[in-house]
């Protein structure tokens, strides 16, 4: 046993995490800047926490994770960063030659102090910023929030700092797609061009990893959302911002900046939030949905009532970020499956509003529990008291699921040990598609692998 | 051996071209062209220049991640916001089997103090002391360890002090680590912080007597992908008690009577040798510069420790171990260097590894061109006939060097020195470490703290057949086309250790350097043989597709 120190009985902890569900601000920055086209995120800290979120990112997209570092000594750390940071853009510019740097802060600079706005200013003052080129930066105290929080704050500093209103209006969307697979903003964006409109999707993280195998590196691959666009998404229709807690922060931005009305949903994972979806695009079109996308609908039904009886009562343990977790639950929901324990690290009340939502009837049967304390160690020790049929979540869940010998689903932020999520959608109908069939997978190797001899079906 | 194109000044004026002065008056001097007899001054160990894209991690890494991380039964407590503790978690594939003397294991567990604003203003000490009395109420450990992050120095929480005030009060061994990430210039400095607390706080520890007639620790083995385990093997079938290993595959209690060993090896010479300068002023226990990666470094080492003890007995078990393991080796060795031998290989990787492994490389008839440690120090290169010239700078000044003086009591000498003179003469030198360089070939490439930008110009440079780096590299160097081999995690392989791990790492190489698909990433139609493309398809028009629209089903 992996994990034979959890004990089954539950004692309240007030200041120790154990195996959390959740990390820091500074990675979901780099994440997010990462979906700038030729952009090298910044981190402004310690070398060592760019080189933690590189490789933790790289393990994830198995694609190069470009991100430079102030490299902060101990004196540094006493006289402020800013010296640093200013060496850095110039070296940056220089060396690697980038169009956009997305500066993030860490636990130390913020601790010092640093002013990002006022040693960007001077990096543009001194002339270290070479014409046609572009820094912003995001705060991102890794002691506040969550990695989800620090690719929210990212993705609204692309707003603050270059959305702009020039007084006309146009018919683009604008699609801020949250923290999602490169496969889900390819699949999102398939969704938006069959509906026949035209979007800005930023960040964009797809042809940045989940890029061809050429035999030549791309520092800067072809994806990502360029600076001009983002600076003309302040003329756009309207904003639909999918996951309230990666979007939600810059969907209001470009709203109260640019007035874009703005439509916050759920990730589009599952069923309903995908037809939710639709229909929000369906009122930029002419409320006009193209067979081939009824026709992707009607698949995952039909997947749905073919295999009902194997979903039907199966119950969940999930983990994980708010924005996936809220989406997967309502689907599980609509499959007539039952979450019982529901994780997040992330900390926000809004959480439980929402899980509450989607869980409607079922919400006072189900422990749902955000911040601190909910971490993966108390998930498991729910699992001992009382036994899912599946366990859905990152990575780092495989411990408990072959300890407690449960099926599992990995599903969000990091997956380290499988590949495909790049590649494959679990967003949209396609992406319902696919998690259904990942969900029977696991169901029936299970019970085939289980089953008595006599009880042994060629036919499921 | 053929001359390279390009040669190493001109390969090195093409790497530095593009920097700012500032940068390449600093580069200038951590890139050079090797001279085994006369090693150049590297500038090792030196600050990482802002802006560049580095190998390097911090002091937490190299504490937290490296040294203390493989112990299974030291509970391990990040003090910080919650990002350390997670990404360290798990991570560097640390193998562990608990035994009779640890049984517990809570590797696989993450702890942390979750730190908030509150706690940066206020100060995090009151948490602290409530997190290890909940871990300490949930986990009942024998000893609690405690790892400080970049905040935790800032606001000036005392670990040390919550340290000793819990080990008063749950009667344990609780101590801290002042690892913040920003200590010294790399990990290295992680590695020289772990090296005093550990010795201070946990060597000596125990009052158990280790039996054994040839008792040894190895030092500088973290048991990744299991090397510890052939290693254990190896020694167990010469007849060499293992006290402690630090830290792969130990336990606290190991640790904590390794005082009674009578030989220290030191593999990992850059993260542990502190420990042994230690524990040969307190103890009196000589160190031997190791290498148990390649085979005739494993064969080489063993024999020197067998020699060290002196015993017939020993002696001839250890050559009858190391003529089975060779037997059964050859064959293999054999077979990968027909497909292999004469193939380029570049290392750029930790503070031993890319020294260690070029032994493997060498087994296979390979050939390192180029090679560089990520958080090394001159001595690591040089020699370390050189510390005595390495000025010590700001960064290092910052870390504790502790005071060690002879333990009257627990004090023995193992060696006189004329025991080490006759010794030395046979070819069983003490306390040495002659560096990477003097085994390097004259005019390779030396690079230390390899960056982004001269990794890629390195491999389109030389096109190497396979490039050793870690994760952060991984992608990059294969997206050129080339094969990366990562020498911090195995690429989730190994053991590469000893004569077992020799036979895996041939297999491996040979399997990286020759997998057919690098030969078919351009598509068949863009071979020059194939000629220029056609026009596209619609160029021809739409109605060429007509006649097909016509037997389609029509339309309700």
């Not at chain 1, 889900?184 to 061009?193: C, G, N, P, S, T």
């Not at chain 1, 343990?317 to 929901?333: H, I, K, N, W, Y």
């Not at chain 2, 904590?256 to 524990?279: E, G, P, T």
Request: with cysteine.
């Amino acid at each position: 046993m992996l994990m034979k120190h959890t004990p089954e009985a539950v004692a309240e902890r007030t200041a120790l995490s154990i195996n959390p569900a959740k990390t820091c601000m500074p990675i979901g920055a780099m994440y997010a800047a990462l979906g700038v086209h030729a952009c090298l995120p910044h981190s402004h800290g310690s070398q060592g926490c760019c080189a933690y979120h590189r490789s933790m990112l790289t393990r994830h997209v198995r694609e190069p994770v470009m991100a430079a570092t102030s490299s902060f000594t101990e004196g540094s750390s006493v006289f402020g960063g800013q010296a640093n940071l200013l060496a850095a853009i110039e070296n940056i510019f220089t060396i690697y030659n980038p169009q956009v740097i997305g500066v993030h802060t860490t636990c130390l600079s913020e601790t010092i102090g640093d002013d990002l706005n006022q040693i960007i200013i001077k990096a543009q003052d001194d002339g270290k910023i070479p014409e046609g080129k572009y820094v912003f930066h995001a705060n991102t105290p890794s002691y506040v929030g969550s990695h989800v929080t620090g690719f929210a704050r990212m993705t609204k500093a692309m707003v603050d700092y270059y959305a702009e209103h020039d007084g006309t209006r146009n018919e683009t969307i604008n699609l801020i797609p949250g923290w999602v697979e490169p496969s889900d903003i390819r699949e999102l964006k398939r969704l938006v061009a069959e509906m026949m409109l035209e979007c800005i999707t930023f960040p964009d993280q797809s042809d940045v990893f989940d890029t061809p195998q050429t035999g030549k590196m791309n520092m800067y691959p072809k994806g990502g959302v360029t600076v001009p666009l983002i600076k003309a998404a302040g003329n756009s229709e309207a904003t639909i911002g999918l996951g309230p807690t990666a979007s939600g922060l810059a969907t209001e931005a470009l709203e109260a900046k640019c007035k874009v009305p703005g439509q916050l949903l759920e990730l589009p994972i599952g069923l309903r939030a995908t037809d939710r979806f639709i229909a929000a695009l369906r009122h930029f079109n002419g409320r006009y949905v193209p067979d081939s996308i009824i026709d992707e609908r009607g698949r995952v039904l039909d997947i749905i009532t073919d295999m009902h009886q194997y979903f039907h009562g199966k119950r969940v343990a999930l983990f994980g970020d708010p924005d996936q977790l809220v989406a997967m639950t309502e689907f599980l929901v609509d499959l007539d499956m039952v979450p019982i324990y529901i994780i997040t690290g992330t900390p926000g009340k809004n959480f439980d509003e929402r899980i509450s939502a989607v869980l409607g009837d079922l919400a006072d049967q189900v422990i749902f529990k955000q911040g601190f304390g909910a971490d993966q160690f108390y998930l498991h020790q729910l699992i001992k008291n009382d036994r899912p049929d599946l366990l859905i979540g990152t990575t780092h869940g495989k411990y408990i699921a072959r300890d407690e010998d449960l099926p599992f689903l990995r599903f969000g932020f990091p997956i380290i040990d499988r590949c495909g999520h790049t590649y494959f959608p679990t967003v949209g109908y396609r992406g319902a598609m696919r998690l259904l069939e990942k969900m029977l997978d696991l169901f029936l190797d299970r019970k085939d692998r289980d089953a008595p001899e006599e009880k042994f079906e060629l036919v499921l | 051996m053929n001359e390279l194109v390009p040669t190493a000044a001109e390969a090195k004026q093409e790497l530095l071209e593009i920097y700012p002065k500032k940068v390449r008056r600093k580069r200038e001097t951590q890139i050079l062209a090797n001279d085994p007899e006369a090693p150049p001054v590297i500038g090792a160990n030196s600050r990482t220049i802002p802006g560049i894209i580095t190998q390097r991690g911090c002091a937490y890494a190299g504490c937290k991640g490296v040294v203390l991380g493989p112990t299974r039964d030291i509970l391990q407590i990040t003090h910080g916001p919650i990002g350390c503790g997670y990404y360290s978690w798990l991570t560097r594939r640390n193998q562990t089997v608990p035994d009779e003397l640890g049984p517990e294991n809570y590797m696989t567990y993450s702890l942390s103090t979750d730190m908030q604003e509150q706690e940066i203003i206020f100060g995090g000490e009151k948490k602290l002391k409530q997190a290890i009395l909940e871990a300490y109420e949930i986990f009942k450990p024998r000893a609690i360890a405690i790892c400080s992050t970049c905040p935790v120095g800032l606001i000036g929480d005392d670990v040390h002090a919550v340290a000793r005030e819990m080990k008063e009060t749950l009667g344990i061994n609780v101590f801290g680590f002042s690892c913040e990430g920003y200590k010294g210039v790399s990990q290295s400095a992680g590695h020289h912080i772990a090296n005093n607390q550990f010795f201070k706080h946990v060597v000596g520890q125990s009052e158990r007597t280790v039996e054994g007639k040839f008792k040894i620790n190895m030092l500088g083995e973290y048991n990744i992908g299991g090397d510890s385990f052939v290693i254990e093997d190896l020694f167990q079938r010469c007849g060499f008690t293992l006290v402690a290993t630090f830290s792969g595959n130990a336990c606290y209690e190991d640790m904590a009577s390794s005082q009674q060993a009578d030989l220290d090896l030191v593999q990992c010479y850059r993260s542990i040798n502190y420990m042994a300068q230690m524990m040969e002023t307190k103890y009196g226990i000589p160190w031997m510069k190791v290498n148990f990666i390649g085979a005739k470094s494993t064969a080489k080492a063993l024999r020197k420790m067998a020699n060290y003890f002196g015993d017939a007995g020993l002696i001839d078990r250890t050559e009858a171990v190391i003529a089975e393991e060779l037997a059964k080796l050859t064959p293999v060795q054999a077979e990968v260097r027909g497909r292999c031998e004469g193939k380029l290989a570049m290392l750029f990787v930790g503070g031993s590894r890319a020294h260690h492994y070029q032994d493997l490389f060498t087994d296979m008839g390979m050939r390192v061109i180029s090679a560089g440690y990520e958080f090394a120090h001159r001595d690591d290169y040089e020699g370390r006939n050189v510390i005595p010239t390495i000025k010590v700078d700001a960064d290092s000044r910052n870390i504790e060097e502790i005071e060690v003086l002879r333990d009257p009591a627990a004090f023995r000498l193992r060696k006189t020195e004329e025991e080490k003179a006759r010794l030395a003469e046979a070819g069983v030198l003490l306390g040495d470490y002659e560096g990477m360089m003097p085994q390097m070939d004259k005019n390779a490439l030396v690079i230390d703290d390899i960056n982004h930008y001269e990794s890629e110009k390195m491999i389109e440079l030389y096109k190497p057949d396979v490039f050793c780096a870690g994760i952060k590299e991984k992608y990059v160097v294969q997206k050129m086309g080339v094969p990366c081999k990562q020498l911090h995690n195995y690429d989730i392989g190994g053991p590469y250790a000893g004569f077992e791990g020799a036979a895996n790492f041939y297999r491996e190489i040979d399997r990286l350097v020759n997998t057919r698909i690098w030969k078919m990433i351009t598509p068949p139609w863009l071979e020059k043989k194939n000629g220029e493309s056609g026009p596209p398809l619609a160029a021809r028009g739409p109605h060429h597709l007509a006649h097909l629209s016509r037997l389609a089903p029509e339309d309700d």
